[in-house]
């Protein structure tokens, strides 16, 4: 039998952070108990972030600029992806180069969608990106609110150096509703949080362990590290006591992050084997209506196999914010007077985008095959010598480096986060073009500032509910 | 061999609306103002008017697409009538079809004439244009001063001008600009302004702040043209003819390569290097009299004295200090009070500046005349600096 498992891993968490105290701070009028819940920092999502965005952010730190040619399959799951009949899966598979005879898939409706669709993925022989990637919005001064986060994690699962293979696994399903949200609402309802730990968690959990080690042939005092999402504090350590697992409890990454939804499971798996040791293991639980068991083994590949940035990179790329309406703002909170200029046609026309799909998905350049000059956009001959874009050929900026010729913060125009921040950008390509940058910290960006390239959203058009995306830049780490 | 346009048409009156917040009066008022006093001027009748140019921006915002609305405003009676748009070069663009038909012999007597109702949005300031399908995938949504204010880092780091230079040279271009204002019945702002108040504005783009931005006006402007021999057989004596009309267009050069260094505007040069060569002029530094630019923005004059090469390159910072282009320097520009003070409805622009040209090389420039002037300059720039339409018209007496 060859070997089969994950391959390459690699997470992004949004740099927008906010003092759970400033949360607190805003409700405590209302709900002053919300101060016991005050540590540490959570992650937001920009008002040009989503599911989409962060898998793409995801999937690309797990490729760490290797070919996206062996991938086979995309699936994204999330429980808050945007669009509900427009496969999500398919935009991200685009943005990071996937060949178009990728097969690609949202799973979605669980906080197990995440471990679900990789264990599927292991189940089956196909070289698998598996992208959790999700940002659950809690009602304002609620403890979902204060608690979750945002952030993705991506697998890819193969028979190609293999870092973290599957041992054993198991599923149990029935339904336990701990919390509920109906398709066309934006925020939990959830029960009574001691009930979900004692007769969820508790009880559920340990029965599919149990499947799981009996499945791989192992005892729990073989298993070296222990990773449980939950949204419940304390949760993880209560079932691992009642399991009798002596390891390490994989940190729910609270500071920095905050509850990710259906990929808080994926992201602590990254996080785990960021730091996991050849031969240990790994018992991962998803769960929600059931619960997913996974038991993955490192092997002597995982030393080599860490990812460029990953969930500790990402959590150290912080970029600190002070608002809490500027969080509120981006969640949709709060219907602020954003003037008339906001008030124009955000329409996109979708034939021109089918049209123009290979440059603006992949962010392919096109080099000149007279005279060499990298340029974006790809219009009908090239800028320098006049040569027909037939003798283009596709350079993807989407990797390279580049660096920042001019900028300005333009507090006029509508910017759902002003000021936008705008200017020329110099790839090392040479090509050139005018781009917006995002993440930009209250000191602003300089002349030879050196940027990279992420997948956001380029425009929401709130009349018809669409959302244009696009690359922009934004600095190598956050200032 | 072509021979350019020199001294092939001769204008026979203009006409000029007051600029400004024109509560009272809709585009085809506007329009009204401007051509009664043209008409005239020129001495003739509406009916001996052949062939016209309509000039408007914002089409979708005031006064509505194709020539329909001129031809209506002013019973423009069964002549064919063309609707321009070429974003702020709308005005002089105008004016060059109506240059044109006179000078290929196909019309004896042409109108161009340029309107913009701005005021009618709601808000202050421009509305955001349409970049159309394909751009809107890509490019970012800057506002007007945030695509000049990046002319500002380029031209100081290959200047190595300080940040306190370049702000106190650009604070001079607008405190000049209304200096000139307060002799301009027709201004939008008649108001001086003092350097303090000036360079200590809110910021609107760094390093614009609130008075290096021209006003968003409501206005009209418009010529009469002919050939000269018709313009002496209708009884004109004192000749101004158009020396030159010259418009560049960006191919994408500045923004896709490399070959710019955004310190100045490219389109503006290759257009005055073509305008001085079809007016023969050969030192616009001593030849030109006077000059209404494009100074949407202060930063914008700044680059523009560079780019018309009345300052070399690096200098303007320092001529602009030392009053060269004030009323009473050596070159003045922006005698009228520029599009800082006259203001800025967009159509409008270009002709309104050929109107402040073509008075004083008559010299009828009332409280604001200027003495010897025998050459003036418009220059006109759509879009940015960096993806634009430069317009340049050479005016001077026969």
Not at chain 1, 147 to 152: H, I, K
Not at chain 2, 81 to 97: D, F, K, P, Q, Y
């Amino acid at each position: 039998m060859t070997d089969f498992g994950i391959s390459r891993f690699g997470a992004y968490i949004p740099r927008l952070r906010l003092e759970r105290a400033a949360i607190a701070a805003a409700h405590g009028w209302m709900a002053p108990g919300l101060k016991g819940q005050a540590r540490g920092s959570r992650a937001f999502t920009s008002w040009d972030e989503d599911a989409i965005t962060m898998g793409v952010e995801a999937a690309r730190d797990a490729l760490g600029g290797s070919d996206v040619a062996w991938v086979k399959a995309v699936r994204l799951a999330s429980t808050s992806l945007p669009y509900a009949d427009l496969q999500n899966a398919a935009i991200v598979a685009r943005a990071i180069g996937a060949a178009t005879g990728v097969a690609t898939s949202d799973a979605a409706g669980s906080q197990r969608a995440g471990t679900s669709a990789l264990l599927q993925a292991l189940k089956g022989r196909e070289t698998t990106m598996v992208i959790g990637s999700d940002n659950p919005i809690g009602k304002p001064a609620s403890v979902q609110e204060i608690s979750f986060g945002a952030g993705a994690a991506a697998f890819v699962v193969s028979d190609r150096d293999v870092v973290a293979r599957l041992v054993g696994s198991a599923t149990l399903s029935n339904v336990f509703v701990d919390h509920f949200r109906s398709a066309d609402a934006t925020s939990d309802y959830g029960w009574e949080e001691r009930w979900v730990r004692d007769e969820g968690y508790a009880k559920i959990v340990p029965g599919a362990v149990k499947a799981a080690l009996a499945d791989a042939q192992l005892a729990i005092g073989d298993i070296q590290h222990f990773v449980m999402p939950s949204y419940l504090k304390g949760a993880a350590d209560a079932v691992a006591k009642k399991l009798k697992f002596e390891g390490s409890v994989a940190s729910g990454l609270e500071d920095g992050v905050g509850y990710a939804g259906a990929a808080h499971a994926l992201l602590m798996l990254a996080a785990t084997l960021e730091k996991a040791q050849p031969g240990e293991r790994i018992l991962l639980v998803g769960f929600g209506q059931g619960a997913d068991v996974l038991i993955f083994q490192a092997t002597d590949a995982i030393v080599a196999a860490r990812p460029v940035r990953g969930v500790a990179g990402s959590i150290a790329d912080a970029l600190p914010t002070d608002s809490y309406m500027r969080m509120l703002s981006f969640a949709g909170g709060i219907e602020a007077e954003w003037g008339m200029r906001s008030e124009k046609s955000g329409k996109t026309a979708l034939t021109e985008q089918y049209r123009s799909a290979d440059q603006m998905e992949g962010f392919n350049a096109g080099r000149c095959g007279s005279c060499d000059t990298v340029q974006f956009p790809q219009l009908q001959y090239c800028v320098r010598c006049h040569a027909p874009s037939e003798q283009f050929s596709n350079v993807p900026l989407r990797d390279e480096q580049a660096e920042v010729l001019t900028s300005t913060a333009d507090w006029l125009t509508y910017h759902p986060s002003p000021p936008l921040w705008v200017g020329f950008v110099r790839f090392d390509s040479g090509a050139r073009m005018l781009m917006e940058m995002v993440d930009i910290g209250k000191q602003g960006i300089d002349t030879g500032a050196k940027l990279r390239m992420v997948y956001r959203i380029k425009e929401k058009d709130r009349q018809r509910g669409y959302n244009r995306y696009f690359w922009k830049s934004t600095p190598l780490s956050a200032v | 061999m072509a021979t350019g346009i020199k001294d092939k048409v001769a204008i026979l009156g203009m006409g000029c609306s007051k600029f400004g917040e024109r509560w009272d009066a809709g585009s085809p008022e506007l329009m009204k103002e401007a051509f009664e006093e043209a008409l005239a001027d020129a001495g003739i009748e509406r009916k001996q008017i052949e062939a016209a140019w309509f000039g408007c921006w914002g089409d979708g915002i005031n006064v509505g697409n194709s020539s329909i609305p001129a031809a209506m405003a002013l019973r423009l009676e069964g002549i064919p009538v063309s609707r321009v748009e070429n974003m702020c070069a709308t005005g002089t663009e105008a004016l060059r079809g109506a240059t044109y038909a006179v000078a290929s012999g196909a019309v004896d007597i042409a109108l161009a004439i340029g309107a913009e109702k701005l005021k009618d949005t709601g808000f202050g300031g421009l509305p955001p244009p349409f970049k159309g399908t394909f751009n809107d995938l890509w490019m970012p949504m800057g506002s007007a001063p945030a695509g000049f204010a990046q002319l500002a880092p380029y031209y100081r780091s290959k200047y190595g001008t300080s940040k306190e230079d370049l702000k106190r040279a650009i604070s001079h271009v607008s405190w000049k600009s209304h200096q000139n204002g307060v002799h301009s019945p027709k201004a939008h702002f008649q108001k001086a302004v003092s350097m303090e108040t000036i360079m200590s504005a809110p910021m609107i783009s760094d390093p614009l702040g609130l008075f290096d931005c021209s006003g968003v006006s409501d206005g009209s402007a418009c010529a009469i043209v002919t050939t000269p021999e018709i313009a002496r057989a209708l009884g004109k004596k004192d000749l101004v003819t158009i020396k030159a009309l010259q418009l560049a267009t960006s191919s994408g050069r500045e923004t896709q390569t490399n070959d710019w260094d955004g310190s100045y505007v490219a389109t503006t040069r290759v257009a005055a290097a073509r305008a001085y060569q079809e007016a023969g002029i050969t030192d616009p530094k001593t030849q030109v009299s006077l000059s209404e630019v494009h100074d949407c923005f202060s930063i914008t004059e700044l680059v523009t004295m560079e780019d018309l090469g009345f300052s070399d390159d690096g200098r303007a910072v320092f001529d602009i200090l030392d009053g060269r282009y004030d009323r009473d320097g050596a070159m003045p520009c922006q005698i009228d009070g520029g599009l800082k003070c006259f203001g800025h409805p967009i159509g409008a622009s270009g002709l309104r500046m050929a109107y402040e040209v073509y008075n004083q090389l008559l010299g009828r420039a009332g409280e604001r005349q200027l003495s010897n002037t025998t050459i003036g300059m418009t220059h006109n720039l759509g879009g940015v600096p960096y993806q634009g339409i430069a317009a340049i018209s050479v005016l001077g007496l026969v």
